[in-house]
């Protein structure tokens, strides 16, 4: 929101849903994890393997919504929102998402999937700020699970950060499934973009498995942001949520 100075101060989460269910889908969290991040009071909200469609079998789940997720997610806490499908399959789909206080005014979904390996997108938003402010540029990923599979993945990504105007504020999150940090130093290379927990621990935050973080899978990225900094989560309720802890920061621009 608008702050003394001119400045905005913007709130931006990150987080792997995983359809809604806990690990190993054992139980059905969607409503809670609406909850939940409603109660981060984020501006914005980039998410990982929202479903998109699905046709269930039998009794649906407790708290199965009758609106697509997405649209019960954001609710009329979000007024704006995207989806961006990666994976198709008999059963339905799922992809990224992004929920916004701001409007979006484009959506531009990217598939950088590489040959023979699971479905793979870059959902790509520009987000309008008040006060004729440059929009912000807002990329959500989800990347391979092998090595060669993310480097691939993230030479597209570069691609896609090139064509942008250079002093345009941006915003490159998800779940980078990189526990050896190359992303950072990829990013930080060809676009000079700066992980904010990074920035001020040293590494990014342990973030996967949820009920103990160990792995450093997630990650929140940023360019021409006048300040950024982590914000702190509890354990609870994240971990019982998701196979993903959460990510929050806070920028001004």
Do not use: D, K
């Given at each position: 929101m608008p702050q003394k100075g001119g400045s905005l101060r913007l709130n931006i989460?990150?987080?792997n849903i995983h359809k809604g269910f806990t690990s190993f889908n054992?139980?059905?969290?969607l409503p809670d994890l609406r909850e939940a991040i409603r109660g981060t009071g984020a501006d914005l909200v980039l998410l990982q393997e929202v479903t998109g469609s699905q046709l269930l079998h039998g009794t649906p789940p407790d708290g199965w919504p009758t609106a697509s997720h997405l649209a019960f997610l954001a609710d009329s806490v979000w007024p704006q929102y995207a989806y961006g499908r990666n994976a198709v399959y008999p059963e339905g789909d799922h992809g990224n998402a992004v929920l916004s206080r701001f409007p979006i005014h484009r959506v531009h979904n990217r598939d950088?999937?590489?040959p023979g390996s699971e479905k793979r997108g870059v959902l790509h938003c520009e987000i309008a700020l008040p006060d004729d402010r440059p929009p912000l540029q807002v990329m959500c990923i989800h990347l391979g699970l092998r090595a060669a599979q993310r480097r691939a993945q993230l030479a597209q990504l570069c691609e896609l950060i090139a064509a942008l105007p250079p002093a345009s504020p941006l915003v490159v999150g998800g779940d980078f499934n990189d526990w050896q940090q190359y992303a950072t130093r990829k990013l930080q290379q060809c676009a000079n973009l700066k992980e904010v927990f990074s920035?001020?621990?040293g590494r990014p935050a342990r973030t996967f498995p949820a009920w103990l973080p160990l792995l450093r899978l997630d990650r929140l990225y940023v360019r021409?942001?006048?300040f950024s900094?982590?914000?702190?989560l509890p354990r609870q309720p994240w971990s019982q949520l998701s196979d993903h802890a959460p990510l929050a920061v806070e920028i001004q621009l």
């Open positions: 989460l990150t987080l054992r139980r059905f969290m950088i999937s590489t920035q001020h621990a021409n942001a006048a900094r982590p914000l702190s």
